[in-house]
């Protein structure tokens, strides 16, 4: 009798988990090459990632999403996201819009 895998909720594996581990291993090598570029890369439509990142949280179960079991961890990564987002105004208020540097 074969076992079948479950999820960390206990119900069954669905799509890509449920492959196994070898045919997983020769789609995940092939990289999204069949992809269109403009839908293989959510630095070009943050919308997209935005709306990606939200679906795959639904997915998650609370008590399974490590931000809510570790509130210094969130902080963290609320600090690290932060500093990101200032370094990359910053940079782009060094540049005028043809990508060459102002004068000062």
């Not at 291993?25 to 990632?49: T, W």
């Not at 990564?77 to 819009?97: C, P, V």
Request: glycine share 12%.
């Amino acid at each position: 009798m074969t076992r079948q895998r479950r999820s960390e909720d206990g119900g069954p594996l669905r799509g890509f988990a449920r492959m196994e581990p070898n045919k997983q291993r020769e789609l995940a090598r092939k990289g999204g090459a069949n992809v269109p570029s403009e839908k293989r890369s959510f630095s070009q439509n943050r919308a997209l990632a935005s709306e990606a990142g939200r679906k795959g949280g639904r997915h998650v179960a609370p008590q399974s999403r490590s931000f809510s079991k570790n509130r210094l961890l969130a902080a963290e990564a609320g600090r690290k996201g932060g500093r990101m987002s200032q370094k990359r105004r910053e940079h782009s208020s060094q540049h005028t819009a043809d990508g060459g540097a102002l004068e000062r």
